[in-house]
């Protein structure tokens, strides 16, 4: 019973490490004071929810950074996609006497392994000048979802929260740095 239950334990506290992950990518020669104005471009996403959801997350952060969102003749726009797949995953739980190779014999234990799909999410944010359409800035996040679309909401909010933390970026021709 101890070893199942450290076993779940430690499957517990080992999940919120690989729950989610974010990446941001720029162009370093890029001097970002030039841009001040953003417009959408497409945003492609599977749930048409999750369309003006990316949108309000990104205005919110960009215009903090005091960007202006503009119809027409703007300096940079925005794109958005999202991607959920379904990826396998497997489980195996011991119990009783047994236990897993390295443990100390081989008696009367059972082992139990599951397999289930668990779906991803994955989006990608990308910033490009509008002028030359070159890409300034590209993040990306992914993301176990759940089947409670409230929480999806909420962790879709701090992603991209994160995936905009450092933007501009520092130390870039913009900051002076």
Known sequence: MKCLALSLLTVTL???????????????SVNFEQFH??????????????V???????????QAKGWQLVTSHCDATVFAADNVRNQKQ????????GGGWGWRGFGGGTATTTTYDEKIGHVVLDIFATKNKHLLWRSMTERDLSTNSDKNTKELNSDIDKMLKNFPPKGSPTSGE
């Open 90 to 97: 497997v489980e195996t739980f011991y119990s009783g006497n």
């Open 14 to 28: 080992a999940l919120p490490a690989f729950a989610y992950k974010v990446q941001t990518d720029y162009d370093h």
């Open 52 to 62: 003006d959801r990316i949108r309000e997350a990104v205005n919110r952060n960009l």
């Open 37 to 50: 104005t953003y417009c959408w471009g497409r945003v492609k996403t599977s749930d048409p929810f999750y």
